[in-house]
């Protein structure tokens, strides 16, 4: 009697979870056309129309009065329809695998839990069959109630989940069945048992594979580049020098392509996650602090990450600028030419390169590297090329005449900026300026004059083709002749001859 309580109380517990779930549901909002809808009487009205509502109504029926007749022994199948509750679990599943951080961990844990609900509900079916045609009466049914060894709860719980899982399982041996009825209660836990647990079995296996499907992916290229550099003779440093790089990115979490990540994204989801991401470090450097916002957006979208190992250049002096850098993680030395002597230390959040890269006149240092810089142990740097910068600020004049005159005033302060070429810059570039205005004013004039050069043309056409049929037409009814000189001639009605030389 004290156990029937204890499920009594849990079931009503568990109504009131479910009476709780319905109320939630009458004021949980949902989406039409991408809005989120939040009247309340819609919300109503919307869940009262769903199939979910019927279900969770019918769930909560009050088939427990049923006990008033049956009498006050606990019997669970009078509680069946709180099983039309299961939408709802499935539901909750679905969102959990969307939303988690650990979508494959959380798969595994679901596939248990069918595992063991399947295994419990044969349990419970043995030891319902067996109390059907009588506990003990044979050695393949339950044990009597009556064995003082098999008359607990526990026990009995256990050993039916023992039948259960060797049954289903196929690992095991259990007492063989007597009659007709239990012969063919185990067919059927045999093919439940091959055809779910199978399923199961194989789903596991494929959320296992897919787990080490970036592993795999990632050894494939490191096995191609062992082959290549084995084919080729590569030196024994460079070659653990490569596979120290690949053992980093791979510790570090760094093999992921950003790029062909993103790409399955709309752009305006791709540039939110980029400004997330990038838009702080990229606010670190000098020339780009204070720049509009529209244009940082487009910079951040051309960010591309890189990674140094230790040793490697990421510049040396007297290069071409082609690319600014910002440290992300890591540390890089300025050297001298003999690679040893340390200047200066960069660390996360420096940058360098921005000036070169904007090609400003009058700069001494013009367009190429003054320094040889290093990384000292491996670095993570954004790069953004000059040909991304150029094309962002073609579509930003006036930030780009901000970004070379901020630029500008950098290296004045630094002593790095010659007066007279930024002059002779200067007056170069308004120069070139009136001249592409002046170059656009002459394709304007040449595209009007050739079309009213076309438009001339077409009338000549017109009126030659007039006069053409015109003449045919009075030489069809005067009555051109022609003589033998090839000279035509008309014939007038008076029998007169005269004779007319026609040259177009």
């Avoid at 007039?466 to 035509?488: C, K, P, R, Y």
Wanted: glycine share 6%.
């Amino acid at each position: 009697m004290r156990t029937v309580l204890v499920w009594l109380v849990l079931d009503y517990v568990c109504d009131g979870v479910y009476i709780l779930d319905i109320a939630v549901r009458l004021h949980t909002g949902f989406l039409d056309q991408g809005l989120m809808v939040k009247d309340v009487r819609r919300l109503r009205e919307n869940y009262v129309r769903t199939t979910q509502c019927k279900f969770d109504l019918c769930s909560i029926l009050p088939t427990d009065l049923l006990y008033l007749t049956l009498g006050i022994s606990y019997t669970p199948l009078l509680r069946f329809n709180r099983l039309l509750r299961l939408p709802r679990l499935f539901e909750l599943f679905e969102r959990t695998e969307t939303r988690t951080g650990y979508p494959n961990a959380f798969r595994i844990c679901k596939l248990v839990l069918y595992i063991l609900v399947i295994i419990h509900w044969n349990a419970c079916g043995y030891y319902s069959f067996s109390k059907v045609l009588g506990l003990g009466s044979d050695s393949w049914v339950y044990p009597n109630a009556s064995d003082p060894e098999f008359g607990s709860l526990t026990r009995s719980y256990v050993y039916c989940l023992y039948w259960s899982t060797l049954t289903l399982t196929t690992i095991g041996e259990t007492p063989p069945p007597v009659r007709d009825e239990e012969y063919m209660f185990l067919i059927f836990d045999f093919l439940v048992g091959v055809l779910i647990f199978a399923s199961i079995v194989g789903n596991v296996g494929s959320m296992i594979s897919n787990m080490n499907a970036t592993r795999t992916a990632f050894q494939s290229r490191v096995d191609a580049l062992k082959h290549y550099m084995h084919f080729r003779h590569v030196s024994k440093v460079l070659e653990q020098r490569v596979i120290h790089w690949f053992d980093y990115l791979w510790t570090n979490q760094k093999t992921i392509d950003e790029q062909e990540v993103l790409r399955s994204l709309p752009t305006k989801l791709r540039a939110e996650i980029a400004i997330n991401v990038h838009l702080d470090t990229l606010k670190k450097v000098r020339i780009f602090q204070d720049c509009e916002a529209s244009l940082l957006v487009e910079l951040v979208l051309k960010l591309r990450p890189q990674v140094f190992s230790p040793g490697d250049y990421i510049c040396r002096k007297g290069d071409v600028g082609k690319e600014m850098y910002i440290i992300k993680d890591g540390r890089l030395a300025v050297v001298g030419e003999d690679g040893v002597t340390q200047f200066a230390v960069l660390t996360s959040g420096s940058c360098f390169g921005e000036i070169s890269i904007l090609n400003i006149s009058g700069s001494k240092m013009g367009n190429r590297r003054t320094a040889n810089i290093r990384s000292l142990g491996y670095s993570d740097l954004f790069c953004l090329s000059k040909q991304d910068l150029m094309e962002a600020l073609q579509e930003f004049p006036h930030a780009r005449a901000q970004l070379e005159q901020r630029g500008r005033d950098i290296l004045q302060k630094e002593g790095l900026l010659e007066e007279v070429n930024v002059s002779a810059g200067e007056d170069l570039e308004e120069k070139v300026e009136r001249m592409e205005t002046s170059l656009d004013r002459l394709q304007t004039c040449l595209a009007r004059l050739q079309s009213e050069f076309n438009s001339s043309q077409l009338r000549m056409k017109q009126r030659v083709t007039a006069l053409e049929h015109n003449i045919s037409t009075v030489a069809t009814g005067s009555g051109f002749l022609s003589d033998a000189d090839g000279n035509d001639s008309i014939s007038g009605g008076d029998g007169v001859r005269s004779e007319i030389n026609i040259r177009l």
